[in-house]
């Protein structure tokens, strides 16, 4: 399978991955079947955000809410290892609830696309850029 992204939207991910080598960074992906149509940052509220992330819970409801009134559907999040590769560490299977979300994960000046396909595991995305 594979994941579509235009060129704008995983330049912004990566340049916004790039401006915080410190921390995580994190945001919901909005489209449709393998397209990521839209991206919203969203806060990382970790206890840690240097080692983790946490999506701003308020952040996460509002996108659900806006997709149940006609808005775009919530496909998945990204985030980023900051100084790690763009592949799910242990921490991020741990999370994984196999609901055939999408992971943009970020590293390394790169990203990857990964798919929750049971509970803690994924599945690489071939990540096809449009435009």
Partial sequence: MSVTISSELLRRLVSEAAA?????????????AGRIEAIAACANVAA??????????AALFAAHRRARA????????????????????PRDAAQAMGDGAVWVILGGDAARAWRSVEVGAFVEEMVEVVG
């Fill in 20 to 32: 915080s080598p410190g921390a995580e960074v994190c945001g919901l992906l909005f489209g449709a």
């Fill in 48 to 57: 840690n955000p240097a080692r983790t992330f946490e999506i701003d819970p």
């Fill in 70 to 89: 006609g808005g775009l559907a919530v496909v998945g999040h990204y985030h980023s290892h900051p100084s790690g590769l763009p592949v799910p560490s």
